[in-house]
T-cell receptor, first 115, second 112 residues
Framework: NAGVTQTPKFRVLKTGQSMTLLCAQD?????MYWYRQDPGMGLRLIHY???????AKGEVPDGYNVSRLKKQNFLLGLESAAPSQTSVYFC??????????????FGNGTRLTVT | GENVEQHPSTLSVQEGDSAVIKCTYS??????FPWYKQELGKGPQLIID?????GEKKDQRIAVTLNKTAKHFSLHITETQPEDSAVYFC???????????FGRGTSLIVHP
């Protein structure tokens, strides 16, 4: 049981290049999330999904797109990378909420540098 | 939307001392308050959570308290150990979406 796996772990892009970050979970969780972590800014939600085939915008969605074609995978895309997107990206998953909050399970992050 | 303030941003203690991290939230509808610990190079991991129908919860050396009236909640770590050194995040989530809003984190340093 690997939990939440993110690939790649590190990446360097030039301004204007595109890339896709992959997140996979093996816990059969309904909900998945993409966060970015910047120094002094905490964790900010980029996009999230409440089930296969669904996506929704979070707090900082501009410049990113996502897809959830399979329940276990959640992809984060950068179409034209900018230096402001230099960050550590975390994927997380959780069970469906029902009538109460649920713990998030995080991957170990992808460190992205845009030059 | 929800706004979570977390203090202090850095906390330095001696091994064996207690550490307290405080958070405030703005949305009175929030009813789920998790705390996460992030070790260097890893993703955050849930260490304890509390729901709005409970005022305090303990798990060994860790405790969380909630004051709904004042919209405050705090993490208490007793008998700190060097392995407690990490970044700690509080979060608040409200009924309906349950998407948590995170504080900016506290870097806890425990000196041997």
């Amino acid at each position: 049981n690997a939990g939440v796996t993110q690939t790649p772990k590190f990446r360097v892009l030039k301004t204007g290049q595109s890339m896709t970050l992959l997140c996979a979970q093996d816990m059969n969780h309904e909900y998945m999330y993409w966060y970015r972590q910047d120094p002094g800014m905490g964790l900010r939600l980029i996009h999230y999904s409440v089930g296969e085939g669904t996506t929704a915008k979070g707090e900082v969605p501009d410049g990113y797109n996502v897809s959830r074609l399979k329940k276990q995978n959640f992809l984060l895309g950068l179409e034209s990378a900018a230096p402001s997107q230099t960050s550590v990206y975390f994927c997380a998953s959780s069970r469906s909420y029902g009538d109460r909050g649920q713990a998030l399970h995080f991957g170990n992050g992808t460190r992205l540098t845009v030059t | 939307g929800e706004n979570v303030e977390q203090h202090p941003s850095t906390l330095s203690v001696q091994e064996g001392d207690s550490a307290v991290i405080k958070c405030t939230y703005s949305d009175s509808a929030s009813n789920y308050f998790p705390w996460y610990k992030q070790e260097l190079g890893k993703g955050p991991q849930l260490i304890i959570d509390i729901r709005s129908n409970v005022g305090e919860k303990k798990d060994q050396r860790i405790a969380v308290t909630l004051n709904k009236t004042a919209k405050h909640f705090s993490l208490h770590i007793t008998e700190t150990q060097p392995e407690d050194s990490a970044v700690y995040f509080c979060a608040a989530a409200s009924g309906g979406s349950y998407i948590p809003t995170f504080g900016r984190g506290t870097s806890l340093i425990v000196h041997p």
